[in-house]
């Protein structure tokens, strides 16, 4: 992680980093709710000498909080494409997990000539968003959002148990989501925005959908059914992970990537 350089991207919140030290293919990370580009730091380090890699810290997260008044959630997407070309990057392998997986949906929806392959893990559907789903996704975030009003402290330790399946990742999650300020729920109130607006379309490049065989029953329907509408996408229900898979099985994880990226290349 020290070895990769951070950038502020102009006019906007958003810092990003990058790690350039091979010629291959750039790969763009999108990070689930509550934590930091940091929950990729073991996808950076195997990856690195392949791949050139790129992630940032989503509104409200991290190092990107100085936020200005009319700075929203929704415009992640532009921000992102901003971002590659202030670098010259035509296009990029996109991976999103939890709410990263639903910017990265997002992202593709506006720009769908700079993805490279796209692969989402921990989400659903964007275009096609079940109605009942939505409710009972909606549900919980609430309750969960109520536990973070009273406590951060308190919110953070039953995250974790949702976010992550291994002690391991349950701890790397849980230290990082004592930083997430409460300020910042304001923009996560504003996902359901992004959902049933754009049409469901055939894609121009690959997908990869997936999740952790312990996550929650709600998300591997989710993921059974985006398959189910869309049959040429690749499905992967890791095992031993939970919701943030890249966490809880690196190894796998990599590998995973790895070979969708060869065959999309």
């Known amino acids: 992680m020290k070895t990769m350089i951070t950038e502020q991207l102009a006019d906007s919140p958003i810092v990003y980093y990058k790690e350039t030290a091979s010629n291959g293919d750039w790969a763009l990370f999108l990070h689930a709710a ?21 992630t940032l810290d989503i509104i409200g997260h991290g190092a990107s909080t100085k936020t ?10 532009r921000w992102i494409k901003e971002i590659l070309d202030k670098e010259s990057i035509d296009r990029i392998h996109v ?3 939890s709410l990263g997986a639903v910017l990265a949906q997002d992202f593709a929806n506006h720009y769908p000539q700079r993805v490279l392959s796209l692969a989402c893990f921990g989400g659903y559907d964007i275009n096609r968003f079940d109605p009942k789903l939505q409710k009972e996704n909606g549900l919980k975030q609430m309750g969960m959002m109520m536990k973070a009003i009273f406590s951060v402290s308190w919110f953070a330790k039953a995250n974790r148990h949702i976010s992550a399946y291994t002690p ?9 989501n004592l930083s997430f300020p409460k300020s910042s729920f304001r923009y996560l109130a504003s996902i359901s925005r992004m959902v049933n607006v754009f049409p469901p379309h055939k894609r121009t490049y690959p997908l990869l959908i997936g999740c952790g065989e312990h996550d929650i029953p709600t998300e591997i329907t989710a993921v059974k059914m985006w398959k189910q509408d869309e049959p040429e996408a ?6 031993d992970a939970g919701h943030c898979v890249n966490m809880d099985v690196p190894q796998a994880f990599h590998q995973l990537m790895h070979q969708f ?3 999309a290349s």
């Open 95 to 97: 991976v999103g997990v």
């Open 168 to 176: 391991q990742a349950q701890e790397a999650f849980y230290k990082m």
């Open 261 to 263: 990226w060869q065959s």
């Open 68 to 77: 200005g008044r009319k700075d929203r959630l929704g415009h992640m997407s």
């Open 34 to 54: 509550f934590v930091t580009h940091e929950m990729f730091c073991e996808q950076i380090k195997a990856l690195r000498t392949t791949y050139r890699i790129l």
């Open 234 to 239: 690749y499905m992967v229900i890791l095992k």
